[in-house]
């Protein structure tokens, strides 16, 4: 081959490179165009009651601020329990994709994914604080994506209770002996240990609370705190309200997400759904901590409403079963055992620091 043909076929292939490298630069450039102009709508179903202040309104808060930041790229519609899904079914219908999103708590669906319990809340286990730092920071999230992962959903914190009240009793506890026989409704890990105290726990749905009360269906129910439970009407129900909850005290709520559905969005509203939740999050904890500061003082007011410390002596008993049921429940379940040693040893590290941090400051006051 001559100098010339020589030049001349090189100058023809870099000019096709080029040619290629600019027709893929505009396809990319297309797509992202696509993307960047692509109106998604999703369903979100929950677990709660329809217009339920802080945990529905929240869910319902969330979605909007998604759609402000994504300039209406994203919108979700929400629906409330048994508006498109019954209650308790959110977890599969996000699962099998029959709606996008979902809000929850993981204790809801024990029976299916026992070891999700710890993504909600432990008897006398983590705070909000310390279930926040476990989550965000000590490999807690990671965690908690393995074990959905082959239901196809993506969970994201979204929202947490804070420290509960102990729940509404139609007579007074002054030891264990009075839980037993006693019709409760609790669930998750609490409901295990209430069980093992001698108790009968019940799951119920939040609407079905007041009137299983109301009704002596059920001799007891936690709910949330002064907040919900005043605003349920709980008081008319039972007059024993006490404190504290043993059972939960830090209850994470839980955004899910199909993953497929998720694997659709592009990068910039998967970012914007990831620190929506993280706000919310934040957002739905401080507003029940102060919604609860209000209520239980109108609470001390009403008539007939008795707010009782459970006796120590029922606590310590309490605790001791609940140490025994996670021993028992790890013992036959290795994907629970998995994730009950990874939670215990976050939280030995935490209490470690909570007992010269904030709990040697609450000694003092």
Known sequence: ??????LKALFITLSLSMLAACNEQDNNEATAATESSKTYRWKMVTTWPPGFPVLQKGAERFADNIKAMSNGRLNIKVYAGGELIPPLQTFDAVSQGTVEMGHGSAY????KVP??????????????RGMNAWLYDGGGLELWREVYKPFHVIPFPLG???????????????S???????????????????AKAGGNPILLAGSEVYTSLERKTIDATE??????????GLYRAAEHYYYPGWHEPGTVLELTVNQHAWDSLPADLQ??????AQAENVRMLSEMEQKNLSALAELRQRKGVQIHRFPDDVLHKLKTLTNETLLEEAE??????RVYEAYQAFRQQNDAWSDISENAYIAVQ
């Open 108 to 111: 809801y669906w024990a029976g």
């Open 223 to 232: 709910w949330i705190g002064p907040y919900h439970d005043q605003r349920l």
């Open 271 to 276: 970012a914007i759904v990831s620190n929506a």
């Open 176 to 194: 264990l002996a009075d839980i037993k026989g006693l019709k409760m409704r609790i669930p998750g890990l609490g409901g295990k240990v209430f």
């Open 1 to 6: 081959m001559t100098d010339f043909n020589w």
């Open 332 to 337: 036959k379940d290795p994907k629970f055992k």
């Open 160 to 174: 947490n209770t804070g420290v509960q009240m102990g729940g509404w009793f139609n007579k007074e506890i002054n």
């Open 115 to 128: 070891e999700a319990q710890f993504f909600s809340t432990v008897p006398f286990g983590l705070t909000a």
